[in-house]
């Protein structure tokens, strides 16, 4: 940091913390009036568990099943509602100490409370009404808890719904750099997390949708692949009905009251993260005058807006204290680094009320059409969607928010932020993006990889499109997803389901043939030939396909996660994929070296290096805790698929953890789903581990063995369905149905 730049202050006095944090809400008992309206509006909301812990709940308005929803989620695991809202409030550190006030400011650069609060009471009156009903539904579960302790919020406001309006935490916003953040405002140097920087593989962020159209299936109905790749335990699985047209089913992100990745009756859709270029950097070049900091623009210099913050955190002893920054901003956005000599902006989307209007709107869609009427608020920036109707009709569609920008520049990088040619030129309509509508393939897909391979040979074409439509290019998954799709014209529900969990591992398939080319080029004297000799032929027999009980797949799976290593860095800067930079990147004398420490590896841990994959790779859940910790000693089950970074559709992400030796899953597959738009639309899904974030429920870890087999359940849609497997009916407040009548 400059250092002509103010300095953070400390503030430890409860006086001045209180006036520099007026925004905090403070724990209050609720009023009676709160009391009876709560009790009101739980009478027109039923809440019915299934045999599988999910809530099925019906509401007589929207707002009524927001309510009921958002009760329901905290009943299932209101800490990580009230950790996903301190994410998006940048209030982290009031809960885990002076550690997270990086990623504080990082959050408040964009969210301000008090803009938050003026565009909440500007919006629509049928969200404000929405918004109500959710921090009434948070509300009262407190209320109704007394024994549940929140570490910070203590009391929801209906204005913090926007803080969080997409289907994932941070989106965007997470691309500024926390190290940079720290040392343009703090003066600090702050570690970087070894996946950020390439030496610890990390694991591929993402997602897979595939829709199929009615002449590729048996039955001539339309199906959906609903397969997102997050953090386990990241959404909530539950339905939403009203009488008011509602009849949504699917994903939820814990504390938000919208179906982000489902279905109704008539419509379904499924996000994936894009590589769409929409984040940009402009690199300022700063004047410092008697009257202040400016920055030059064109021939002119403007001054930079600056904006006072002051974020808490919690002492060791319990208390707070808090630190002061000024932030400066250009019109490109908040200043987020120096590099250079020069002052970093970070452009992004920013449209809190537009965004939650379409991630509301869309869940009520009922074909195509509709679904593309509500995506015209532009406020869907980095996530695609694969979308399929009850009509027959499918489609691919980019991110609505891309900005017009002269494609002379690589935006991929900082740009010259005095050149007014770099500057945005307002956003490209729905309809010049690079979709795919019914195409003649019969599928679309996407595996967080490039648009121009969507439809197979109807996709769009790259020469067509600016070059900052895409960021990622292809990837294995892709790969995959091709060899499955292409010329099948007999997909079921349950041939969709096999798809999702095809064993092949394509980036094998081209790494496996160097690796014997190397081997065989040693010479008969080198012993590396002999040491090698079984572990290559294993490899070489190989179907390149993951299996519990295959040693081949272990074998890879280290052998490639150690080239992996090599190469992170290179991978991280450069944007490529693993495969393709192991490939070009690790010479042949590497790649026999890492297979010979694979081997001793095995050895050492567990007597021989011929160990089942299954026997390495599992999944463990010990509690609730957000961030995942395992122990070779406790009870696991074995998992057969493998990481997306080698093209399994069915992504699981592993690693060791301290005193591990086996490897544990915390990311990949979480909620998957297969629906069918028949006459009566049907659907099965499986939830990674259970339900409930509580280990003393039955729901904690219902599902681990069905996620692990991939045995997809039957979903209760309908309320025929239903009743014949209800484990519990009540409505919030937990008060039996039959004594609250609707």
Do not use: C
């Amino acid at each position: 940091m400059p250092d002509s730049l103010p300095r953070m202050s400390t503030v430890r006095s409860a006086r001045a913390l209180l006036a520099a944090t007026a925004f905090l809400v403070t724990a209050a008992a609720p009023a009676q009036s709160d009391q009876a309206h709560w009790q009101e509006q739980a009478a027109r909301v039923t809440i019915t568990r299934d045999t599988w812990g999910i809530a099925h709940v019906v509401g007589q308005s929207d707002a009524d099943a927001v309510f009921g929803a958002t009760y329901a989620q905290a009943e299932d695991d209101f800490s990580r509602i009230e950790a996903n809202y301190l994410t998006a409030l940048g209030r982290t550190a009031e809960a885990e100490g002076e550690g997270a006030i990086w990623a504080d400011l990082r959050q408040r650069l964009y969210v301000d409370p008090v803009d938050l609060q003026a565009q909440y009471r500007a919006s629509p009156d049928w969200l404000q009404r929405l918004m109500t009903a959710w921090a009434d539904g948070l509300n009262y579960y407190l209320a109704t808890h007394p024994q549940v302790h929140p570490k910070v919020l203590t009391h929801f406001e209906p204005w913090m719904a926007l803080s969080f309006t997409e289907g994932s935490i941070g989106g965007d916003i997470e691309r500024i750099s926390l190290a940079d953040l720290a040392a343009f405002y703090g003066g600090q140097k702050i570690a970087v997390a070894a996946e950020d920087v390439g030496p610890v593989p990390r694991e591929p962020r993402g997602s897979n949708g595939i829709a199929i159209a009615p002449k590729n299936t048996v039955d001539g109905h339309a199906l959906l692949l609903i397969n997102p790749h997050t953090s386990f335990y990241f959404r909530s699985e539950l339905q939403m009905t009203s009488g008011e047209g509602l009849n949504a089913y699917g994903a939820s992100t814990w504390g938000q009251f919208f179906i982000y990745q489902g279905f109704n009756e008539q419509a379904g859709w499924m996000h994936t993260s894009s590589g769409v270029d929409n984040v940009d950097e402009f690199a300022e070049q700063t004047a410092l005058t008697r009257s202040g900091r400016f920055y030059v623009y064109g021939k002119d210099v403007r001054p930079y807006r600056t904006n006072p913050i002051t974020l808490a955190y919690r002492l060791p002893d319990g208390t707070l204290a808090s630190r002061s920054f000024t932030t400066y901003a250009s019109h490109h956005g908040p200043i987020v680094a120096e590099r250079g000599g020069k002052w970093i902006a970070e452009a992004l989307m920013w449209k809190p009320v537009a965004a939650l209007e379409q991630s509301w709107l869309r869940t009520k869609a009922h074909d195509l059409a509709s679904y593309r009427k509500v995506a015209e608020r532009q406020a869907n920036s980095s996530n695609d969607t694969l979308f399929a109707d009850a009509k027959g009709e499918i489609a691919y569609l980019h991110p609505q928010f891309v900005p017009v920008r002269d494609d002379r520049f690589d935006y991929t990088k900082a740009v010259d932020g005095a050149d007014p040619a770099t500057d945005w030129k307002g956003l490209h309509t729905v309809a010049s993006l690079p979709n795919v509508i019914n195409p003649g393939t019969g599928w679309v897909r996407n595996t967080n990889d490039w648009p121009w391979s969507a439809a197979g040979p109807d996709s769009p074409k790259a020469k067509d499109y600016p070059r900052y439509m895409d960021q990622f290019g292809p990837n294995q998954r892709g790969v995959h997803a091709d060899l499955l799709l292409t010329g099948h014209r007999d997909f079921t529900p349950q041939r969709l389901i096999a798809a999702a969990y095809d064993s092949y591992l394509p980036a094998f398939a081209e790494l496996i043939p160097p690796l014997v080319k190397a081997y065989d080029a040693l010479p008969s004297t080198d012993p590396r030939r002999a040491k090698l000799a079984e572990p290559i032929a294993t490899l070489k027999a190989w179907d390149h396909r993951w299996g519990a009980d295959s040693v081949a797949t272990t074998l890879g799976v280290l052998w490639g996660g150690r080239m992996w290593r090599d190469v992170g860095s290179f991978i991280q800067s450069e944007q490529i994929n693993v495969p393709a930079a192991i490939a070009t990147q690790v010479s042949a004398d590497r790649k026999l070296a890492a297979l010979g420490e694979a081997v001793d590896q095995l050895n050492r841990d567990f007597g021989d290096w011929r160990v089942g994959w299954g026997k390495i790779n599992r999944f463990q859940r010990l509690d609730d805790a957000v961030a995942p910790h395992f122990d070779d000693a406790k009870p696991s089950i074995p998992v057969p698929f493998a990481s997306a970074q080698w093209g399994s559709l069915a992504s699981f992400g592993t690693k060791p953890y301290p005193n591990t030796r086996k490897l544990y899953g915390s990311s990949g597959n979480s909620f998957v789903a297969v629906v069918e738009f028949g006459p009566k639309l049907r659907a099965w899904a499986v939830t990674a581990g259970g339900e409930s974030g509580d280990p003393a429920s039955p729901h904690f870890n219902d599902q681990a063995a069905r996620y692990a087999a991939g045995a997809l359940r039957p979903v209760y849609f309908y309320p025929a369905d239903l009743a014949n497997h209800i484990e519990q009916r009540y409505h919030p407040g937990n008060i039996p149905v039959s004594t609250r009548p609707q």
